[in-house]
């Protein structure tokens, strides 16, 4: 497959990258490096320096490429900064998102593989969640995410665009090439591993939720684990595979959670560090964040039926060991 990446400069779409290129893919890069490292890139991969909202350039380096199908990573997405700066979340996620669409529409690539996010289900009724649950996003990224998948659907229904829609939880850990550098950081794990680095407290959000320990409980998949999923629905978005539709007439996105199965504390995610980097890690206890709910877990019930994925990466020391130890090796993050 050709197959078109955006985002594939950033945290999760450059691990994606790397198992593509592994599995024999021809991969072409789509970033505007706002966020991503142009070092996070795999040397078998083309990149195209350029923003996904930018409908005549995408158009024509999918024609260029003549790209098969793309997996649609890129995005704008800390969820404080979306309700400061909303306008930003819906120019590039809603109206870039749209602009791609459009591109792919004009140079007649009809797959397509979205990262969408929990964050679409806001505070959920029950637990584990499943594809079939209320989406009701509490913030504005959820909300631009959900404008997304809300396109992609009309486009298979009118246009017969042909989808997968994953929908993930807390992505963790690192491939030994890939690792995750965000600035800022907002992730928990990569706080976790910061505070063991430099001795400084890490906070965290409340202990008073009704959850075991009374911290948040989050379900953690592996960035690799990940990456065998992109795989998977991709191959699923073929014109001859019923899991996408017909091979001609209207189609519906396959909306898959992807998750561990299994829920973490934040105290759990702190303990494994602490076995992890081989000493304490110094924690404070601050209010609870707002629009945090006590527990959020997937169910991935459907992509293991139907996508026939299972996580191979479900052991939490495994997991954040292997960002331990890409930390370690690039205690600089990327070099550009
Ligand atoms: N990391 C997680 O825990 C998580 C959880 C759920 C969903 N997601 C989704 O996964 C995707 C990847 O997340 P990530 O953690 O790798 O983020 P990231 O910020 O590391 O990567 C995003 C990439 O997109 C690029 N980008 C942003 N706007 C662009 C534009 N207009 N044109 C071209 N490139 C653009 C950035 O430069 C960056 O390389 C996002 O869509 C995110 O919403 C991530």
Redesign the pocket.
Known sequence: MRILV?????????ASVEKFLEAGHDVTV????????RA?VAAGAALEV????DRDAVQRILEGRRIDAVL??????IVGESMSDPAKYYR?NVA?GVALLEAMRVARVNRIVF?????TYGMPDRTPISETDPVRPINA?GET?RSVEGAIRWYGHCYGLRSVIL??????GATRDHG???VPET?LIPNVLAAAEDGRELNLFGDDYPTPDGTCVRDYIHVEDLASAHLLALEATAPDDIRTGPQSGPCEPLICNLGNGSGFSNRQIVAASEIVVGHPIKVKIGPRRAGDPPVLVASSARATEVLGWRPAHTDLVEIIGSAWAWRTANPAGYRD
């Open positions: 955006t985002g594939g400069a950033g945290y999760v779409g450059s789509l970033d505007d490096l706002s966020t991503g490292h996070a350029v923003s996904y909202g649609h990573c890129g995005a704008k997405s590039e870039g990262s969408s996010t929990a964050a990224y995410k929908r993930y939880f807390n992505v963790a995750e550098c965000h992730h």
